[in-house]
């Protein structure tokens, strides 16, 4: 006998009612037990996926809950179970990258879809300590699970969530020596292959715009780009007064000087689109022809460049694609499905 039945023998039978005789101001499971004819023991069980429960009524009343857009207390959820149902994004602004935060965020909604978890954003201003809001997170237990982006070599983040045996998985690597989760991308790949179709294009000194030395992707990108210029023998120049965190004026700027010197480079590696922008603002401003007295290659996290004349070679990085598999790979965290060996990927390099 099904769960739902021998619950009804204990009370009387009611009517269920239409969604027009409820108040739908602020749903909740009486509501849900008013519509469907349950009681509520069993519509609270339904909606937890009791496997003792009917399919056919786990079903019925998950649709009630949708079309009235029932939300559990996250309160009362908490007190139960010591779950919270909730990860945090913690997300930096940061300009090199057009589309980073929404290309993210809408590959973790959509990993999140079918499952218990809500996702919330947690701010972080690059005036503040990373591990800021990490901490604040860990102390007050704020979500089950927290995802960061832009990693350090030595990670304070990474260190303290594995102290404390917290779920995480981050965006980017650490050369901690310690197996945790992580989605990263090939960067040390992108600046090589960037840089060989620079030289293939018949460049001779190639310049990069590099992240801020303290981010593991910055040493990656680095040794991507002089392997292609140590294979080749070539001059370079790596400016120090700008990274791909420097406003954009402050980036054209800086081409619009190397741009006029005897020694100019004649090609230029951009980790992102915002930065090629500024770059072919500068060669513009000298007069120079792109794709003949200069050539650029960029990488490519949104349309922006489909779109752009002349056109320039492009490098893509899927931003949703890391979204979606970091998302899975914390819910499988959480529930300690798999170990940390099991849930990281490096993304490969796509294009030409």
Known sequence: MALEERGRRKRVPRQAKGLDEVDLAKPTLRTIADLTGLAITTVSRALAGAPQIALETRQRVAQVAVEIGYLPDRAAQRLRTGRTHVISLVLDPHEEILGYATSMINGLTEALRDTPYHLIITPHFSDRPQVEPVRHILRNRMADGVIFTRTEPQDERVK???????????????????????????????????ARRLIEAGSRRLAIILPPSHYTFALHMREGFMAAINEAGLSFEIPHMVTLDSKSDAIRDCFHDCFARDDRVDGVVCGGEVVAMAVMAAAYDRGLTLGKDVHLVAKQTSGLFDQVRPRIPTIYEDLSQAGRLMGQFLVQRIAQEKPATELQHLQTVTGF
């Open 160 to 194: 303290i969530l594995l102290d404390n045996d917290f779920p995480f998985i981050c965006h980017g690597r650490t050369e901690l020596g310690i197996a945790h989760p992580f989605v990263d991308y090939d960067n040390r790949a992108f600046a090589y292959r960037a």
